[in-house]
């Protein structure tokens, strides 16, 4: 079955220093992948989303992500952290193409701890 | 323009009761799809509704419902709570032809079942 792992629950950081977080999926095919960030008391936002092409692909934030299939991997990065930033963050699979982009599988989710 | 909006914001209901959860979509928007966030796990697909009818489910039982009304909001029934119900149920929309390729989440309904 598909499946999305974020191998860490927490993460602390400190303001102005650099992120990565973790994304792992198991997948036949190449699957849609996103990441979204949600705050408390808000809805899920879409960071960034991979279909096809550049495996390098640029957020809003100041974010981007790595698609790298040898590794079944598609990890968040941000060079310089804000304490803005604080936040949970998940990583999710449109398994189903066909099926289009609306049947989502996420993630645990990260949640990211931003020390001034 | 006003995103995708739910309501209630927060309900709490006994075991047994019924509930409803309502949601419309963000204007343009004709795809709606429902998700549940239990406290710590990230969302679980519930259901999806394309021009009123379901068309994708996730793994939940007959005790999920839902509805989608011709202006294209939508509704989310649940029969029967259980505890274990409680959750976060997030709504997201869609637009037409899913130019967009992406979901707009509303900020949830926070269900308690006591």
């Known amino acids: 079955a598909q499946s999305v792992t974020q191998p860490d629950i927490h993460i602390t950081v400190s303001e102005g220093a650099s992120l990565e977080l973790r994304c792992n999926y198991s997948y036949g095919a190449t699957p849609y992948l996103f990441w979204y960030v949600q705050s408390p008391g808000q809805g899920l936002q879409l960071l960034l989303k991979y279909f096809s092409g550049d495996t390098l692909v640029q957020g809003i934030k100041g974010f981007e992500a790595e698609f790298k299939r040898s590794q079944s991997s598609f990890n968040l990065r941000k060079p310089s952290v804000h304490w803005s930033d604080a936040a949970e963050y998940f990583c999710a699979v449109a398994p189903d193409i066909s099926g289009g982009y609306n049947k989502l599988i996420f993630g645990a989710g990260t949640r990211l701890a931003v020390h001034p | 323009d006003a995103g995708v909006t739910q309501s209630p914001t927060h309900l709490i209901k006994t075991r047994g009761q019924q509930v409803t959860l309502r949601c419309s979509p963000k204007s343009g928007h004709d795809t709606v799809s429902w998700y549940q966030q239990a406290l710590g796990q990230g969302p679980q697909f519930i259901f999806q509704?394309?021009?009123?009818?379901?068309?994708q489910r996730g793994n939940f039982p007959d005790r999920f419902s839902g509805h989608q009304f011709p202006n294209y909001s939508s509704e989310l029934n649940v029969n029967a709570l259980l505890l274990g119900d409680s959750a976060l149920y997030l709504c997201?929309?869609?637009?037409?032809?899913?130019?967009?390729?992406?979901?707009?989440f509303g900020s949830g309904t926070q269900l308690s079942v006591l």
């Open positions: 997201a929309s869609s637009p037409v032809g899913g130019a967009d390729e992406k979901l707009f």
């Open positions: 509704y394309y021009e009123e009818e379901e068309r």
